[in-house]
């Protein structure tokens, strides 16, 4: 057996183990502290909202036990299965050319690993978010939904594709070089064209209609020297009864959403505050920085790429066996596809940069509105959300680009305590 093979197989074992442990222990931790509120939250949310969140979080977290085995499944499938020297082998009998053959082959994968996904995703929208009292889609728009995804995907993806194929093959040695160069332009791209063209196919935006609030949010923007293209509500009430807010775009583009489910439950000096931390997110560069760090890390993946397509082990170790080297389309569905594999244990590198930024938006927010209110809706959100306030701290470490709420709101208390001794 080739090594790099054993190598791949012991590596996907242990992601694999790894995910499934990280669940267990998330699902053992969760379940020990279910009938107990945290004392942090003992006097704002009661005993039957604490259970309900740790029921949600459990049953979506079970869910993922069959994903990751039929991940893994897959990805072996698909490698030293020889899955993909078969879908290879048939696409050549249609197309001689290098190009459209390997459109056609990632395309085909893509589409097999998307059509995979919608039997846990109608799952979950359908029983969990349905069990929960959070779903609010019907049969017919998750299918319209889908459509849609699929066909901005092809429409947006194909020229993509097709130049970064072009650019492998015709450019010599520092074509990942140019390529990252058309990735950069390409990101830029969505998000100016986001906000105006891409958001509006899937839920409605209307003009943030409260005079009173509108009237406080401006001066906040004023105040922290922010300006945006318009303050606009989106009908998330029509999928789900999640709430959230968010910015989007950039430059002339930028915009400040509300989901109309969170308008509906926080209180104004709440919502304040919870834009007040976004808008720390901008004041203190983090959008940029991870814009930055994005482009940083594809440039870096781009550069190994590079290295590994010219080497004939990089095919062979993976169960691919091809007629010359590089192989462009080849060499670009098995990196990304045994990428994860191989990063998965760095995860939490990304988690803790994340959090970083999270407490320096909630440090923003307690400086230009309430630390108090912060915490208020913070708790709303949590309960309305029902997310679970005892996590498992290393399940959480892996996955969670924000703290734990426990952690978040001793945080903000602390400021609230430094503030008062001030």
């Not at 970064?164 to 160069?181: A, P, Q």
């Not at 080849?330 to 994860?340: Q, R």
């Amino acid at each position: 057996m080739h090594i790099f093979t054993i190598v791949f197989i012991l590596v996907l074992m242990l992601t694999t183990l790894a995910q499934l442990w990280l669940a267990t222990r998330h699902i053992r931790h969760i379940t020990v502290n279910r009938d107990q509120v945290p004392d942090a939250f003992a006097s704002q949310i009661d005993l039957s909202a604490h259970q309900k969140a740790a029921d949600y979080t459990c049953a979506k977290v079970r869910l993922s036990y069959p994903g990751i085995l039929l991940n893994a499944g897959l990805l072996l499938v698909l490698t030293l299965g020889g899955g993909l020297e078969l879908l290879s082998d048939f696409w050549h009998s249609w197309f001689s050319d290098s190009l459209w053959h390997g459109m056609v082959l990632i395309f085909s994968v893509l589409a097999l690993l998307s059509i995979v996904e919608i039997p846990f995703n109608y799952y979950r929208t359908f029983i969990i978010e349905q069990q929960y009292g959070f779903n609010k889609m019907t049969p017919a728009m998750f299918f319209t939904d889908l459509v849609k995804q699929y066909a901005l995907g092809a429409l947006l993806g194909a020229p993509l594709l097709l130049s970064v194929l072009w650019l492998m093959e015709k450019t010599g040695d520092n074509w990942w070089l140019y390529t990252w160069l058309t990735w950069i332009g390409f990101s830029l791209f969505l998000l100016a064209v986001y906000p105006n063209w891409i958001a509006p196919l899937f839920n409605k935006f209307s003009p943030l209609e409260n005079d009173l609030l509108k009237a406080r949010i401006e001066n906040l923007l004023q105040k922290c020297g922010f300006e945006s293209s318009g303050l606009f509500v989106m009908d998330g009430s029509r999928r789900s009864s999640h709430g959230n807010a968010y910015f989007t775009g950039f430059g002339k583009t930028k915009r400040i959403v509300f989901f109309d489910t969170l308008l509906n439950r926080l209180e104004a000096a709440e919502i304040e505050a919870v834009l007040a931390h976004e808008l720390g997110h901008f004041k203190r560069h983090h959008v940029i920085k991870r814009i930055m760090l994005s482009f940083t890390a594809s440039l870096l993946f781009l550069w190994v790429l590079g290295y590994l397509m010219q080497q004939p082990w990089f095919y062979n170790g993976l169960g691919v066996q091809v007629t010359e080297v590089p192989s462009t389309a080849m060499a670009l569905l098995l990196f990304f596809l045994v990428m994860p594999v191989f990063t998965f244990l760095l995860q939490p590198l990304s988690s803790i940069y994340s959090r970083k930024h999270e407490f320096e938006a909630d440090e923003y927010a307690a400086q230009q509105s309430s630390a108090a209110d912060m915490i208020q809706a913070l708790v709303k959100m949590y309960q309305d959300n029902a997310a679970t306030l005892t996590p498992d701290p290393l399940h959480s470490t892996f996955y969670d680009s924000h703290p734990p709420a426990a952690i978040r709101v001793a945080h903000l208390n602390k400021i609230i305590a430094m503030g008062a001794a001030a």
